[in-house]
């Protein structure tokens, strides 16, 4: 038996097969890892777990790397049932294959298993991670990404609020693009329905600062002076939002229309209130849609 290169062209096809067939088993192997690393039986923060994984994925860093499930390239006692498994129809027999087909045939099952195994991981991070679990990579929403006429995720600089067990979140954030920066905060255009729900959640953060002035004993038109000048009125007037702060500002004309510009996309209190870009990840809901990653750079 030979152990020089094979000439056969069709010995390709049974490389790929075998890794194609060693991606399914790595795949299989990640959602094992997935289960007890995120599952049930997990211990502590699973999104800091998550977020600690993609980060150490994205640097190639071994203490995490070294982690995921892998295959042992050095252990060739499983090379022939693999074959007999998964070697393509009219693939020559096991025993007419020579040392170098067969260290290949490993090679191959051993590639696919370890990409696949660390591409699941890195999707079962962001499935974690993401607030609707969505599985894409979200790495060109970073705010250190974003440009001035890219997507991002904003959210005003006062939205952190500590969840149950005290971890600062951001409960929601909105889809939107930057358009410009001021005095350094952001400055982003968004979609009506973003647009909504800013409005919405303006008006949800007016509620809860009536129901804390409440619970402190604070009544009738004191309570409601007290809301008004701590937070202004956003509503819809047909496809305008009309932003009433007379009583923030003491200004009776502090009164701004902002109407939709031609691409019927709004920039609300834009050079107004610190808005800020923000991860995806630290947010717990998302208003708006989020773009694809960028293609592959080929």
């Not at 959602?31 to 923060?45: K, V």
């Not at 660390?118 to 705010?143: F, M, Q, W």
């Not at 702060?245 to 691409?263: G, K, W, Y």
């Amino acid at each position: 038996m030979s152990d020089s290169p094979p000439k056969d062209d069709g010995w390709q096809q049974v490389l790929d097969a075998l890794h194609t067939a060693g991606g399914v088993a790595g795949r299989d192997a990640a959602r094992w890892w997935a289960q007890y690393t995120f599952g049930g039986r997990a211990a502590g923060d699973v999104s800091e777990t998550a977020r600690r994984v993609l980060d150490g994925l994205d640097d190639g860093d071994p203490a995490v790397t070294d982690g995921l499930p892998f295959a042992d390239r050095d252990i060739a006692a499983e090379d022939r049932d693999r074959y007999a498994a998964h070697a393509p129809h009219g693939a020559p027999a096991w025993d007419e294959v020579t040392a170098y087909q067969r260290e290949q045939t490993r090679w191959a099952w051993c590639d696919g298993f370890d990409k696949a195994a660390e591409a699941e991981a890195g999707r079962r991070c962001r499935i974690v991670l993401h607030p609707g679990g969505d599985d894409r990579d979200v790495r060109h929403l970073h705010p250190d990404q974003i440009c001035l006429g890219g997507p991002g995720v904003f959210a005003e600089d006062w939205a952190w609020t500590p969840n149950a067990e005290g971890i600062l979140r951001i409960p929601v954030g909105f889809a939107g693009t930057l358009v410009d920066a001021w005095n350094g905060w952001a400055v982003f255009a968004c979609t009506r329905q973003v647009a909504e729900a800013i409005v919405a959640d303006h008006q949800a953060a007016r509620d809860r600062y009536r129901r804390q002035l409440a619970a402190d004993g604070i009544t009738g038109e004191r309570l409601q002076r007290m809301v008004e000048e701590s937070l202004a009125r956003l509503r819809f007037d047909g496809d305008v939002i009309v932003a009433d702060e007379t009583l923030v500002h003491d200004d009776p004309e502090a009164v701004e229309r902002i109407s939709p510009d031609a691409d019927g996309r709004y920039t609300v209190m834009g050079r107004a209130w610190t808005w800020t870009a923000v991860h995806p990840y630290d947010c717990d809901r998302i208003a708006g849609d989020l773009p694809d990653p960028p293609p592959a750079q080929t």
